[in-house]
């Protein structure tokens, strides 16, 4: 089983939509939690840190759930330059030992 | 943006070649990171350095060697390549937890 999962997509959603994305992890212990944005070709950016109480980011909302070992991201009134593929981030050994799931692929469309 | 070079940013080699890659950062950040990153896989950490000197293994170091001699450089070296580590190779660098600046990338093919 992998470290932390995401659904590939892709999400094809008209501009002004909202999305939401998952991603579960697998080790209870993991105490950091991050989503990052990369765009095709390029290095991954942080786009924000996921607090136990949640937390948001004009847009973008991000919860963690640790019940249930998973993360969310919500975009809402998408633009087009949302359009990118996004990245949990886990740390379920130390911190510096970040573990990325294999993304979750968006495209705004006009 | 982070001050973060990788050189080369395209290699293309054979297997059974020696191959480092290098990893510049003018921020003065403690932590430098070797990551690759494919298809259906993510970004996996290679090795990582806590300090000059200091490296410790991540999830996929087998292959791989790190070292450290000054505070801005990070050098990756692949003893012997081979096709499996055809890949992109990405550096980051971070002074806390909370955030790693990656560099651009460097595109690696191993024929």
Known sequence: ?110 | DAGITQSPRHKVTETGTPVTLRCHQTENHRYMYWYRQDPGHGLRLIHYSYGVKDTDKGEVSDGYSVSRSKTEDFLLTLESATSSQTSVYFCAISESVETQYFGPGTRLLVL
Do not use: H
Request: with cysteine; glycine share 6%; aromatic share 12%.
């Open chain 1, 1 to 110: 089983r992998k470290e932390v999962e995401q659904d590939p997509g892709p999400f094809n959603v008209p501009e002004g939509a909202t999305v939401a994305f998952n991603c579960t992890y697998s080790n209870s212990a993991s105490q950091s939690f991050f989503w990052y944005r990369q765009d095709c070709r390029k290095e991954p950016k942080l786009l924000m840190s996921v607090y136990s109480s949640g937390n948001e980011d004009g847009r973008f909302t991000a919860q963690l759930n640790r019940a249930s070992q998973y993360i969310s991201l919500l975009i809402r009134d998408s633009k087009l330059s949302d359009s990118a593929t996004y990245l949990c981030v886990v740390t379920p050994y130390n911190n510096n030992d970040m573990r990325f799931g294999a993304g979750t692929r968006l495209t705004v469309k006009p």
